[in-house]
């Protein structure tokens, strides 16, 4: 695997403006207010509650974030309903709120209206989302949720595994995006494996792309495996959370969020 390490690291040395990317990047921020609530889950009206994903956002945007993400998960265990709120009014670019399929996420989305929605299965128990949707199993709940989130202007994007057969049924919901499962590529042990893995989601992405579908990514990307989302076409946004703020406690938002475009910038679809 490439180490664009080096290669980011001239690109800066050369110029600290904005990377130009046609890959859009979109900063899942979820882990601020990790952060954040490891600290003050039980005081957040103490003066001292730091740090603030809103104030991140911002930076992110400042460096040329084309979105900005965040996860309301069922049990709260970091982003809270307020931050979805102030990120909705705060942010600038892009809101993508993601979500699993309850009716309290759902009417909480349709008050505050994001600029998408981002449908992903949520267990509990999980550390972070472990798989994509499964629309073949669960098509009878998730196709009302399309429609209300349509009908209040919310454009629906649903996290799959790179499996055809469920880009069919997203186009059948007339989902606007699909956004790729990478963590089995990003986790690969074996270049076998991250090849096999590879070749399932670039054939996911044609296929989306021949429905007319946008191709987003995410999942474990990270400075390093980043070279290989390069080999998937047709990607418009890639969507990053973990380790932009791992990046991030060494050098700044700032600066994370410019090296990650930096090598995202001769993506060529
Ligand atoms: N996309 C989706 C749908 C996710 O659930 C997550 C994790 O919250 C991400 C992207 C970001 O993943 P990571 O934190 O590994 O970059």
């Given at each position: ?200 989601l670039q054939?996911?992405a ?25 080999e998937i076409?047709?990607l ?34």
């Amino acid at each position: 695997m490439t180490n664009c390490f080096a290669a980011c690291s001239d690109r800066r040395a050369r110029s600290y403006s904005t990377p130009v990317s046609t890959l859009r990047l979109g900063v899942n921020i979820d882990h601020v207010a990790t952060v954040r609530q490891a600290r003050y889950a039980t005081m957040p009206e103490s003066k001292n509650v730091e740090p603030d994903p809103v104030t991140i956002a911002s930076i992110c945007e400042r460096a040329g974030a084309h979105g900005i993400t965040a996860h309301l998960r069922a049990d709260r265990r970091h982003m809270q309903d307020r931050d979805v709120e102030r990120l909705r009014e705060n942010v600038i670019t892009k809101l993508n709120l993601e979500m699993g399929n309850t009716a309290e996420i759902v009417d909480f989305a349709l008050r505050i209206v994001p600029d998408e929605v981002c449908l992903v299965p949520e267990k509990r128990e999980e550390i972070t989302t472990e798989g994509g949707l499964d629309l073949v199993a669960h098509a009878r709940q998730l196709s009302p949720t399309v429609k209300r989130l349509h009908s209040a202007g919310i454009r629906v994007s649903m996290f799959l595994d790179p499996v055809p057969a469920q880009i069919d049924v997203a186009a059948d919901f007339g989902a606007e995006i699909v956004e790729l499962h990478t963590g089995k590529l990003a986790n690969a042990f074996t270049e076998r494996f991250a090849k096999q893995e590879l070749e399932r989601l670039q054939e996911a992405a044609v296929h989306a792309f021949n429905f007319n579908l946008q191709v987003n990514a995410g999942h474990g990307i990270n400075y390093h495996n980043i070279a290989r989302i390069h080999e998937i076409p047709h990607l418009t946004e890639l969507n990053i959370g973990h380790s932009i703020v791992a990046r991030a406690v060494f050098i700044g938002f700032e600066a994370a969020v410019r090296e990650m475009l930096a090598l995202m910038e001769d993506y060529r679809g």
